[in-house]
Each structure stands twice: as C-alpha cells, then as structure tokens.
C-alpha cells in the first residue's frame, strides 16, 4: 500500500508540474513580462524562477512546481484552491489570473485567520495575538477587512493598568523591546475606518499612559527611542553577538523611532478631536523632536539613506545597514521629506529576489530576520515607494510580495534572500501581516485608497505594467458600500466620477447605500528612478578585542583590506596590523574591519581603560528574600563582589549609595546586577529603577533576565550619564509608578554594586 500511494503521489504531482508547464506556456506565448529581476519572472498570468512555474488558471487558484528544501519542518504547498466563502468581502476583477488569485488567496487566509473568539490569530503556527503582529496587519488592510477582529485583539493587548503590552521579547519585552507604540497607530486607524467615537475616547486614555511611560522610560539623550528594532526581537539575528540585553535597551533604533515619532503625532491628532488643545501641543512638540533626532542622528548622506540604529555602551556608534521597515516608514509617516524620500528608494539595497529585513547581512547568523526577506515589509516598501512616485521600484516591491506568494501558494513570513526558499529558522503559512500586505497593495496602491478622519480618499499609483482596467466591487465604507472601477496607468487621476458625476478624488464619511466610483488615470509617466540593484551581500565577521600591556588587540578576520579603531566612538587610527597603543589614552575602545569593497563589519565589544569607581552596596545579604522570585536559585549564589548583594523588588524601598570622586567631569553610573527570573530570549520580567543623584532624577536603569534561575550570571545594566563634582554623592535606586514592567508582578533582581566610570579623561 505505501508503494502504491507513493507511486500515485508521484502521478499526481507529475499532472500538477505538466498542468502548470502547459498552461505556463500557453499564457506566456503572448504576455509581456510585469517584473523580471535576475532570480525570477513574472510574465503574465505566472511567476517563473528557474525551472519552476506557479501559474493561476482561474484567479481562483494556483499551481505551482516548486520544490522546496527535502526534510524542511514547516508544511510546503504547491497549490491553493479557494476553500473559504468570501463573497463578502471586496471582489477584484482584473485581467490578470495570478494577480487576482493571489488577492483572492489573501482573503480565503483572512478567514482562517479570524478566531472562534473573533480576534485574529498571528499565522498557522503562531496561535494568539501580538502587538506589534496584530497592528501593523491592521494598518497594512485589517482594520477595514476585519474591523470587529482588529477592535477586540487590541483590546485584548491592554495591561490592567490601562497600557500598551509589550509582547514577551528580549531580556524580559519592555523596556528593551519598545516598539510597543505601533498600537497606537493600528487603534487610530481602526478610528478613521469606523469613525466610532467611543472607541477614539477608549484609546484616547490608554495612548496618553502609554506614552507618558515611555518619554521617562525609553527616550535616549540624542532624542531617539531605545530598544530593538521594531519587530526584529530576536537579538542574535540583527546585533552584534557581544550586544547584551542591557546593550539592545541602551541602543537607539530608526524604526521604533519613527513609530513613537509617529504615536505622539497620533495622540497630537486625537487631543485635537477631543478638544484637549495642551495635550496637543505638546504631543506635536515631542513627534517633531523624535523626528528631528532622527534625520539629525541617522540620515547617512553619503549612502541616501537612514542607519539601522546606534549602539556601544558609553558612547553610541552608528550601525550603517539600511534597515528596510525603518527607511519604509519614515517615509510614510513624512519624517523623511519629499527629497530624502526619493534617495531612500533609489539607494535602499535590492537583491533580486527584493529588499532585505537589513542590509548587508550577518555572515554567522542563520536565515531568519538575517539574510531574509519578509512579504509585509515588502508591502510597506512597495507603499513607499509608490509614495515616492518610484515606479520601478513600486513594481520591484509587489513582486517580491507576489513571487513568493505564487510560487509556495500561502501568504508564508519568511524567505532566505539567497534562494528565495523558505528553509528560515522558523516560518509559517497563512500568516496574518503577509496576508494583510497582500490586500494592501491591490487596495492602497492600485486603487489608492486611504482613510482620513471624515473622508475616503484616492491616490492610486499604477505603474505602466500593471495597466489595466479593474474593478473592486462591494468595498464597504462606513455607511455606504462601493463599486470602484480604475483604467490606465500613472500617478495622476484624470477623471474621477462619484455616481456618475465628476467629484474631487474621495468619498465623504456622510455617503450611504451604494456608491459607484470611476477613476480614469492620466497614464502619465513619473519621473524616471532608478533601483538599486545589489547582489546580497554578507558583511565581516566581528573582531573581538582585548587590553594588554597598555595594546589592544584583536583577532585577525578574514578577507578584510583594514581595520578602523574607535575612540569613544570616533575613529583614532586605520591599520592593517591587529593591533594599536593606546597606553596613556584613557577611553573606551571598538575595532571595525573594513573588507575590500568598503562594507564593514560590527564594531567590536567595547574594551576600557578608564578611571572606574566601583562602590559595594550598603546592606549586603547573601539570601533572597522576596515574594516576587519567579526561579529560585538552585544552588548557593555565587560570583558577587565583597560581603553579598542588596535585593531590589517593588516593595523592598529605596537604596541609597553614597559614592566619593575626586575630580569633576562627566561620569556614566550602572549597576552590576543578576536577574534569573527568565531567560534570555523571552517572558517579561525585566528589572526596572530610577537613578537619581543628590536629589535630581537622572535616569533609568533596566536589569534584564540573564536566564532561567541563573542567579550566579552578573552583568552590567546600561549606564545613565550624570555630571559630577569632586566629592561625596549619594547615587538612590528606586521603584516608581512607571518602573511597572509589562509582568506586573516580579519586578525584581540583585544588585552587587554602583560603577562610576569617567568618561571623556
């Protein structure tokens, strides 16, 4: 029986391939290519890379020959039927076949993805809701598709005490994972869909706690926000594997600063409505500061667009990968103008099968964020770049989006960018953003539609490719129900007619029953722009470096034409040897090495010869005591300095420390910590205290979880900055109302002692 259903397996598949080659051959003869790139082609109503095809017979489903990794753990599909009803959503017509199968794809997804308990679930393997997944598919097109789903999943990311989650992430979620603010942009949205103004007056509260939080919590002193990168919250994958968590929180991302740039715009717009006129100024006020910190800190001229983020301990450095997510949005949310705009799209590194998560890539890290290519971002690259009135690149964004959708026939999260394939760390199909990127360029670049608070408005950017004339019937709009029909081609509407009659380019919010909607394009040509077309490409390994006999030193790399050091962030010397005297030059030391085309790689673990005061902690105990311990410790502890180490939970008061310096200057202040209430990688048990000095609130510092029950593992937290005279100080560690981590109840760790490094000698 076994050989038999093998060999009927072996029929069927044989069927599919020359099915799909047939019809590949047939609907090819006479199409014109929409996208080629050097990995793939989309000709008419297929996709072809390679040897392998994903054809659409009926725009109702699609065949596909590829073959993926033999043995990969996650399903792989090679054909896709409708299985779902959705006649009650928006219906596309379009001459092509795959365009069309894969918007319908898009919604027969969306239906798996709505929940018995009407909230939408993260994809086929992730069950439950995520903040940051939830809300950018509820930007992307779900806040329109599902707004009932999309509602109550937000609701359900709100903590007891009225804020934002931050979903579990690195070191224990917020603060070292901050891009929590991206609620608030999805929950807006969701108002501009329904126009409901309770739900704007529900989250109207839990915005304003939220970020009130997080100005004392997670604004850097550059005025750029700390913490990952937005949803790239799996450290190894995109930081340098020195980076502790304390690193991650105490670095400052481009993406998550324009969300929270964009979240205070947002919480500007919503005092504005509510008539809360002080919130408003000041909110406006606090968007265009982060912004401002942003092209101040992170536009790179010389590349045409903006870093990933900063990073190093005392002094922060610029890591100079573009960063896709990051550069989409600021775009869209205008932090970059129109001029910045347009250089982004045109040097933003695109490999052929698109633009990476990051690049260049890391050469020792597996495919997942590293070296990948995700379909939502792709979408919000498309959307940017439509923005930008790049039409080429527009054309390169959706299909990447398109390509992987055809040829693995499910909306998967993930593709190594080397092979297009899906052999990533981890992957999964019908996810929920891939599928909401999917809808959203059909509707928010085809048809150009956009929500505004008391309109439907129309933008639609059709690049000459993809001229044709569509239609998108029974799209709901609050009251009212549209049939929308577009021709041509271009950037500029011609004609735009609302029951019949011409009509400034939107729908208003006051419109009931059935709307008809006609869009005649210019099919004029935008300006020509370029895409800049790169080979994937993997940066130098990172050195690793050390002090010795007043040197320091590191190891050789391979492949690398030079070696740049760092003195407190700025570069002191260019060798090829591995080596450098730093003897009687007190500062805080990185090594980045240079391959032969320029790209570097990581900066190195900061090494230091400052002048370090380090004080005991007063009170010393060589037990734990609190309530809140969430793994005990399973052996004696270890590893502490002096006579023990002072526990610190939500209820155990202030610490005081008293520290003397000689000399005045400026002085970076942290802790020497453990933290095993968690691992490393998740739960959300991070350690949170207010620094103040003689009196004056200073700043912040996080503790981590540096692994399960690992009371023995001392680190060092992210350091706050203070300037001293010479003298005696008192450093006090304490909880306040905005420490609460997003546990709620285990807000705890050790503390060994207070370090005093002075900077800048």
Known sequence: ????????????????????????????????????????????????????????????????????????????????????????????????????????????????????????????????????????????????????????????????????????????????????????????????????????????????????????????????????????????????????????????????????????????????????????????????????????????????????????????????????????????????????????????PTTPFGTAIFYPQIADIPPYHNNSLWPWVGAYWALANAKAGNEAGTLEAIGSVFRPAALFATNKENFVLDDGDIATELNSSNMLWCLAGNIAITHRILFGIHYSLDRLEFRPFVPEALAASRSLTGFPYRNAVLDINISGYGSEIKSFKLNGKEHAPYVPASMKGPVKVDIVMADNKPAPMKVNHVPNKKAPLTPQTWIEDGMLRWNPIEYIASYTVLRDGVPVASTRTTSCDINDKPG????????????????????????????????????????????????????????????????????????????????????????????????????IRTVSVDGQREGIVVMPQRGVANWNDWGQSNAVKVHLTPGVHVVRIDYRPENRNMNGTTNHALVDQVRLTLLGE
């Open 1 to 348: 029986m076994k050989n038999l259903s093998v060999a009927i397996h072996s029929i069927r598949q044989y069927r599919l391939t020359a099915l799909a080659a047939a019809l590949s051959a047939v609907l090819a003869a006479n199409a014109q290519n929409i996208v080629s790139t050097d990995a793939y082609v989309w000709r008419g109503d297929s996709v072809i890379q390679g040897e392998y095809t994903a054809t659409s017979p009926d725009g109702l489903s699609i065949i596909s020959t590829y073959s993926a990794r033999p043995g990969y753990r996650f399903p792989v599909y090679k054909e896709w039927h409708v299985k779902n009803d959705i006649s009650a959503y928006p219906r596309l017509d379009t001459p092509n076949n795959l365009h069309r199968a894969i918007y319908n794809m898009g919604l027969d997804e969306m239906v798996n993805a709505v929940e018995p308990d009407t909230t939408l679930r993260t994809g086929r393997e992730w069950a439950g809701v995520w903040t940051r997944d939830v809300s950018y598919s509820i930007l992307l097109s779900m806040a329109y598709m599902q707004p009932e789903a999309s509602k109550i999943s937000l609701m359900k990311k709100v903590t007891p005490a009225g804020t934002i989650v931050q979903d579990t992430g690195s070191g224990g979620a917020w603060p070292v994972s901050s891009d929590r603010e991206i609620w608030t942009l999805a929950a807006f949205e969701l108002y501009k869909v329904t126009g409901d103004r309770s739900w704007l007056e529900y989250i109207y509260p839990i915005v304003k706690r939220s970020l009130a939080d997080d100005i004392l919590t997670v604004i850097g002193e550059s005025g750029l926000v700390k913490g990952e990168t937005s949803f790239i919250d799996w450290r190894e994958q995109s930081y340098p594997r020195w980076m502790q968590t304390a690193d991650i929180y105490q670095s400052e991302s481009l993406g998550t600063s324009v969300v929270h740039s964009q979240a205070w715009r947002t919480l500007a717009e919503m005092a504005q409505i509510l008539g809360d006129k002080d919130v408003a100024d000041r909110a406006k006020t606090r968007a265009d500061a982060i912004a401002k910190a942003v092209n101040d800190y992170l536009w790179m001229p010389e590349r045409g667009y903006y870093a990933m983020y900063r990073y190093g301990r005392d002094f922060l450095i610029t890591n100079p990968r573009a960063e896709t997510l990051g550069e989409s949005l600021a775009i869209l949310y205008n932090v970059a103008d129109a001029d910045r705009a347009r250089e982004i799209t045109e040097n933003n």
């Open 588 to 687: 805080e030391y990185q090594v980045v090495g240079i391959s032969d085309d320029g790209t570097q790689s990581f900066a190195s673990e900061p090494r230091s010869n400052q002048r370090v005061i380090v004080t005991e902690m007063p009170g010393e105990s060589l037990s734990m005591m609190s309530s809140e311990i969430s793994y005990a410790p399973s052996q004696k502890i270890e590893g502490y300095s002096g006579r023990g180490f002072v526990e610190t939970d939500r209820n155990t008061g202030a610490i005081e420390v008293p520290v003397s310096v000689d000399r005045e200057g400026d002085y970076a202040i942290s802790l020497v910590y453990a933290n095993g209430n968690g691992p490393v990688n998740t739960e959300n048990k991070c350690a």
